[in-house]
Structure formats: structure tokens, C-alpha cells
């Protein structure tokens, strides 16, 4: 599974960004694709969720700093997830990864999860 993201730039405070991340395959053996989502690591600091997705549902999870500001939807068609980001601030600042995670469907596999992470999009916010 690769995920591929793109989007990412330099913005000033109060601007808008869209991160999109396609998944090459929504189902491998015995997993299905369950949820994707975005983290953020700054320079220093613990990588951090962002918001995540369902595939299924859509029911989307936002970290409080972003609720209002960012908005996660799905393409299930193109296995693909889109972060739009609007008011941005100098704090947004931080490298974007896409996570996605796979879950066992069958009576081997139930209750096994596989975990990816896209490669990174730098997104910078100037004051």
C-alpha cells in the first residue's frame, strides 16, 4: 500500500490549503481500508492527529485546535482523502502525514490492524 500526498506550501496566516492523499488500494488480501486520516509533527514536537475519516459512515474525529478550521471528506471511488484548511495559523505549521488503516475482514485476520503513513507535505504558515 503507498499513499501519496500532495497539497502542501506556504501560506500566510488566515490563508487557505487543501492536502489531498490516495491510498494505491482500498482492499489487499484480507484487509479492508477502515479509517484515514491526518497527523502533523512541528519541529520538536510528537506527531498529532489532525482528523481522521471513516470509510465507512464517513464519521470524521477532529483535534480541538483545527475543529472549525479544517474539514476532512473522502472520495471512496479514488481511495482518496482531502484536508481542506482554511484560517490558517503560524502554529499550523508542520510537516502533514497520511495515515491509513487496514483492518482484517476475515476469520484469520479479524481484529488485526496494519497501519500506513504517507511520505510527508510540508505546509508553513508565515505571520
Known amino acids: 500500500v503507498q499513499l501519496v500526498e500532495s497539497g502542501g506550501g506556504l501560506v500566510q496566516a488566515g490563508g487557505s490549503l487543501r492536502l489531498s492523499c490516495a491510498a494505491s488500494r482500498s482492499t489487499f488480501g484480507t484487509y479492508d481500508i477502515n479509517t484515514m486520516g491526518w497527523y502533523r509533527q512541528a519541529p520538536g514536537k510528537q506527531r498529532e492527529l489532525v482528523a481522521t475519516i471513516t470509510n465507512s459512515g464517513g464519521r470524521t474525529n477532529y483535534a480541538d485546535s483545527v475543529k472549525g478550521r479544517f474539514t476532512i471528506s473522502r472520495d471512496n471511488a479514488k481511495n482518496t482523502i482531502y484536508l481542506q484548511m482554511n484560517s490558517l495559523k503560524p502554529e499550523d505549521t508542520a510537516v502533514y502525514y497520511c495515515?491509513?488503516?487496514?483492518?482484517?475482514?476475515?476469520?484469520?485476520?479479524?481484529?488485526?490492524?496494519?497501519?500506513?503513513w504517507g511520505q510527508g507535505t510540508q505546509v508553513t504558515v508565515s505571520s
Open positions: 495515515n491509513a488503516k487496514y483492518f482484517g475482514f476475515s476469520i484469520a485476520t479479524m481484529g488485526n490492524e496494519k497501519n500506513y
